[in-house]
């Protein structure tokens, strides 16, 4: 199986700006980067050193990139099992400030440079989480779509293990101020797409009323199996709930 791509395009005339990259630790995958001026690719044919360093306040680890297309301004770096662990660990999992490097060390004629926030999720894609086993209710029948959850479910854990999009509604949250700490977690353990859906005019995080939240981050990257959510109600604004993400919400997206 090829690699996942990640393409990026930052204009040097214009104001750089953060971008956020979303990863598996457990799996390869290749990040192009092309870097223009003026909507002009920026030319790479002198570039000596390419590196993407991304680090905490306890680690740091930098890995070294090449030219992928030196007219078109591209420059390729590859992330791998190995080289996302040298110095992790172990604890690969989290999110990390990054800043790319690109430079011609002997003339210093080109010095290019992004930055933005590298998320690594450990378990995505390894098929070796641990399932928790009480209060688990495991669906696989596709005919089951939609599930609607009950406000008795509150504290219980929702496994998705079929072979097509599912789609969980939340219940109706009569008071929603007496509903505040509610929670439940749903964990989708297929490639397929889980959809979350509140009722009537209550909210999920920045959504609109009766609003969705699904299994894919909001740069569109798929990151089943093994997305994992924790939703609880937070809140009540004007006789509706608002319905919080406390947990696995950078793989979900309300867009």
Not at 106 to 124: D, P, S, V
Request: proline share 3%.
């Amino acid at each position: 199986m090829d690699p996942v791509k990640k393409y990026f395009t930052t204009d040097v005339a214009e104001e750089i700006s953060m971008r956020r990259l979303i990863a598996k630790s457990a799996s390869d995958w290749e990040l192009y980067w092309t870097f223009t001026q003026g909507g002009v690719p920026v030319n790479l044919t002198s570039v000596n050193s390419i590196t993407f360093t991304y680090g905490d306040d306890f680690i740091t680890e930098n890995i070294t990139g090449s030219v992928y297309n030196a007219t078109e301004g591209i420059i390729k770096v590859v992330f791998t099992v190995a080289n996302t662990n040298v110095d992790l660990a172990g604890k690969d999992e989290g999110e990390y400030d990054f800043d790319l490097s690109v430079a011609d060390t002997l003339t210093n004629t080109i010095q290019l440079q992004a930055y933005g926030k590298l998320f690594l999720l450990e378990r995505a894609g390894t098929q070796s989480a641990t399932l928790p086993t009480i209060g688990v209710t495991e669906l696989t029948n596709c005919a089951s779509s939609p599930y609607s959850i009950s406000i008795d479910d509150s504290g219980k854990t929702f496994i998705w293990n079929g072979a097509c999009d599912y789609t969980f509604n939340l219940p109706d949250y009569t008071n929603p101020t007496a509903s505040i700490g509610w929670n439940v977690r749903i964990i989708n353990r297929t490639s397929f797409r889980v959809i979350i859906k509140a009722d009537g005019t209550d909210r999920i995080d920045d959504s609109t009323a009766g609003g969705v939240i699904k299994s894919v981050a909001a740069d569109n990257i798929n990151h089943n199996p093994w997305s994992s959510i924790k939703l609880m109600v937070a809140g009540n604004t004007s006789g509706s709930a608002w319905i919080h993400a406390v947990e696995g919400r950078r793989t979900w997206s309300t867009a």
